[in-house]
Nanobody
Framework: QVQLVESGGGLVQAGGSLRLSCAAS????????MGWFRQAPGKEREFVAA????????YYTDSVKGRFTISRDNAKNTVSLQMNSLEPEDTAVYYC????????????WGQGTQVTVSS
């Protein structure tokens, strides 16, 4: 069982930056791939980024490549998403998730944190 709690969301102007963090409970964090997803109003939840259990591999959706960076610290049971050059289209609730594979199904989800980018 893994419990996830996101933080770091907020309101930022276009072009600005935010750093999201996700704190995980449990001693098995390092076994899980971690992902960030987002859901904008009226839209389906979409994949944003993922990182393998060791941190050796990262994956991004095309729209955030070069702007977002996912990282993890297995000693601290945390995963982060650094978001730069934010655009109004990045406005959404952001969720972190844990699962056995970076690009597979995710078993555990956080409650989400709101990111709002104003133009």
């Amino acid at each position: 069982q893994v419990q996830l709690v996101e933080s770091g969301g907020g309101l930022v102007q276009a072009g600005g930056s935010l750093r999201l963090s996700c704190a995980a409970s449990g001693r098995t964090f390092s076994r899980y791939a971690m992902g960030w997803f987002r859901q904008a109003p009226g839209k389906e939840r979409e994949f944003v980024a993922a990182i393998s259990s060791t941190g050796g591999n990262t994956y991004y959706t095309d729209s955030v490549k070069g702007r977002f960076t996912i990282s993890r610290d297995n000693a601290k049971n945390t995963v982060s998403l650094q978001m730069n050059s934010l655009e109004p289209e990045d406005t959404a609730v952001y969720y972190c998730a844990a699962g056995p594979n970076s690009l597979g199904n995710y078993d555990y989800w956080g409650q989400g944190t709101q990111v709002t980018v104003s133009s």
